[in-house]
């Protein structure tokens, strides 16, 4: 067994079995977490807290602000502006998103059997979109010079999401209207399918986010961060992420945020552990870039998952403890900090499964900035 497979394996199992440990701990029957399709809401939240909200927004912005002060007051010398014209195909999937926007959003009577159905065609579009936007920067792009990977990314995605899916049964921060009455063969096939986006969509994103230096000027030269001993750090990020994963079944209205943590962090520890490359190992030499952009592009994603759900029929809300007072769209608007981590575990998760089985897998800032194989991990000397 190889040792990526081991890491992906040990994440699942304990990702599945350690909020059950939670629920049981506290007394909980474990029984309603395991129910299919996973649509009853049984989780009581605590309500909307002003000096809870302030906290954790003073909190997000002393971890934001100093990178974004970075960014902004760091000169970059920007590429031209495109190496080649727009693609034919790109018009195509704009007025393609533009059009299913419209559709998502309106109530036409001929529309009705469709009208649950916008949400996979729709991030398709965007898909194409961004794909093409990256092609008019640098001449590539995954769609058509990294297909095989491009391709794998959907049924990981889909994978990837039901594990958040999964985790959601225990904290209950968002929940699914609209859909109608679905059988658990329905239920299961229509949500993959939505699912199967959400990894091509933020790594194409972070891709083109990656053409424009500007985005992370600044951050090639940032604060290195260097774990010694590795191993033994390693492990005790083990434990605190085995931790949390106890702690979303056992203490939900406090440790609700470490859905979006405890993955990322215990991917990381076993990949220390077990001597292998995690996508921080460039923040060792200061270069902060790749997670930036990857935890950007997820954060733009989120802006438009969430902009497009608000007037689609089949849509989803949110019950988020303390912090649901002050929404955008259907989000809590602190909740968007959430889609910072995301990203980058949307990246940790595509080079865990896909950086080796595909050639050319795999994002590099420096390749994509150059426009250059994007095979290519490291950026040389001379692109920083």
Same mark, same amino acid.
């Given at each position: ?31 309603p ?30 971890? =934001? @602000?100093?990178?974004? !002060?970075?960014?902004? *007051? ?7 502006? %495109?190496? +080649?014209? $727009? /693609? ?9 998103? =533009? @059009?299913?926007?419209? !559709?998502?959003?309106? *109530? ?7 009208? %649950?159905? +916008?949400? $996979? /065609? ?8 961004v ?13 058509l ?8 990314? $959907? /049924? ?20 699914y209207?609209g859909a ?39 951050l ?70 790749t997670?930036?952009?990857?935890a950007l ?32 769209f259907h989000m ?45 991990r ?7």
């Amino acid at each position: 067994m190889s040792t990526r497979l081991a890491i992906l394996l040990c994440v699942c199992t304990l990702g599945l079995l350690l909020p059950l440990l939670g629920v049981w701990w506290a007394g909980e029957p474990v029984a309603p977490y395991l129910e299919w399709p996973p649509t009853t809401r049984f989780v009581v939240h605590a309500p909307f807290s002003w000096p809870v909200s302030i906290g954790l927004l003073l909190l997000i912005t002393g971890v =934001l @602000a100093p990178v974004a !002060l970075r960014v902004l *007051r760091t000169t970059s010398r920007e590429r031209p502006a %495109a190496v +080649t014209a $727009f /693609p034919w195909w790109g018009w195509g999937a704009a007025i393609w998103t =533009l @059009a299913l926007w419209g !559709l998502a959003w309106t *109530r036409f009577e001929w529309m009705q059997p469709f009208q %649950a159905h +916008t949400f $996979f /065609p729709l991030w398709c579009g965007y898909i194409v979109l961004v794909n093409a936007l990256t092609f008019r920067r640098v001449g590539r792009c995954m769609l058509l010079h990294r297909l095989r990977y491009f391709l794998l990314l $959907f /049924p990981l995605s889909a994978g990837f999401w039901w594990c958040f899916e999964y985790l959601n049964r225990f904290v209950q921060n968002w929940y699914y209207l609209g859909a109608g009455d679905l059988g658990a063969g329905a239920y299961l096939l229509r949500a993959t399918v939505s699912f199967s986006t959400v990894l091509p969509a933020v790594l194409g994103t972070a891709e083109w986010l990656m053409s424009y230096p500007r985005c992370s000027a600044g951050l090639d030269q940032c604060v290195p961060i260097r774990v010694l001993p590795r191993k033994m750090w390693g492990w005790v990020m083990f434990c605190l992420a085995a931790g949390g994963f106890v702690g979303i079944g056992l203490w939900t209205d406090y440790l609700f945020p470490l859905v979006w943590v405890a993955p990322l962090v215990l991917i990381w520890s076993l990949q220390v552990v077990s001597g292998e490359a995690t996508i921080f190992s460039e923040t060792a030499q200061g270069d902060w870039r790749t997670v930036w952009i990857a935890a950007l592009a997820a954060l733009l994603c989120g802006f438009f998952w969430e902009m497009w759900n608000f007037y689609s029929l089949a849509h989803w809300e949110y019950a988020v403890p303390f912090v649901q007072g002050i929404t955008l769209f259907h989000m809590p608007l602190l909740g968007y900090a959430g889609y910072l981590p995301f990203g980058v575990e949307c990246l940790a998760i595509a080079e865990l499964c896909l950086a080796r089985t595909c050639v050319g897998g795999g994002i590099s800032y420096g390749a994509v900035a150059a426009g250059t194989d994007l095979a290519q991990r490291k950026p040389t000397v001379a692109e920083r």
